[in-house]
């Protein structure tokens, strides 16, 4: 399978994707998990997010900005990062505000 159909050039991929999309995911769950909100609304952060990385492609390495395959991988990147961290920040919280819960 051609890797520029599905996700453009490798090394901006990584960049931009992965790396600069991984760390403002990140950082948007843990904001959601500071606030005390449901894991739910990360799929909806993830939308801004996602679409965030596919406008950094067209306008900085013109890339397709309708690529659904890139779009759908970089959702799913942004869902999956966001997730790791909300659990990790709400587990943090939780263990801080209910002592005798965690173990």
Not at 79 to 103: D, E, F, M, N, S
Request: aromatic share 14%; net charge positive; with cysteine.
């Amino acid at each position: 399978m051609n890797t520029d159909f599905v996700i453009g050039d490798p090394h901006v991929f990584i960049g931009v994707t992965l790396v600069l999309g991984g760390l403002a995911s990140f950082a948007a769950g843990r904001g959601v998990a500071k606030s005390w909100r449901p894991l739910w609304l990360l799929a909806l952060y993830g939308l801004p997010l996602a679409f965030a990385m596919r406008f950094l492609h067209w306008s900085l390495f013109g890339e397709p900005l309708a690529a659904p395959m890139a779009a759908l991988i970089a959702y799913a990147w942004t869902l999956c990062a966001q997730g790791i961290a909300w659990r990790v920040t709400h587990a943090a919280l939780v263990k801080r505000q209910y002592p005798w819960l965690a173990r």
